[in-house]
């Protein structure tokens, strides 16, 4: 599986961008699909995930700023993120997790500037 992302970019602090995540062939909804980010000098953490019969699960301090969504029909994830704060700043990863196995999207930046 080949997870395609797009959409990072500069903004300013308050303003808003969509992260989209297209993987190559269909994923079960029961499987989970997600988005991490890596800010410069920290670890990777999970920013939102979502699979089917679950609430999506969100980090706390994107709760209430961030909404994640997927659409199984097209093999996407979408990480809608309004009110972003320059502590967003990160390169945002795409996952899934299918068949036991593990894939990773190629990253998108994603700068926030005060």
């Known amino acids: 599986v080949q997870l395609q992302a797009s959409g990072g970019g500069l903004v300013q602090a308050g303003g808003s961008l969509r992260l989209s995540c297209r993987a190559s062939r269909s994923i079960f909804s029961g499987d989970p699909m997600a988005w991490y980010r890596q800010a410069p000098g920290k670890s990777r953490e999970l920013v939102a995930r979502?699979?089917?019969?679950?609430?999506?699960e969100y980090v706390e301090s994107v709760r209430g700023r961030f909404t994640i969504y997927r659409d199984n029909a097209k093999n996407t994830v979408t990480l809608e993120m309004n009110s972003l704060e320059p502590d967003d700043t990160a390169v945002y990863y795409c996952?899934?997790?299918?068949?036991?196995?593990?894939?990773w999207g190629q990253g998108t930046h994603v700068t926030v500037s005060s």
């Open positions: 996952y899934a997790r299918t068949v036991g196995h593990e894939y």
């Open positions: 979502i699979r089917s019969g679950r609430d999506p």
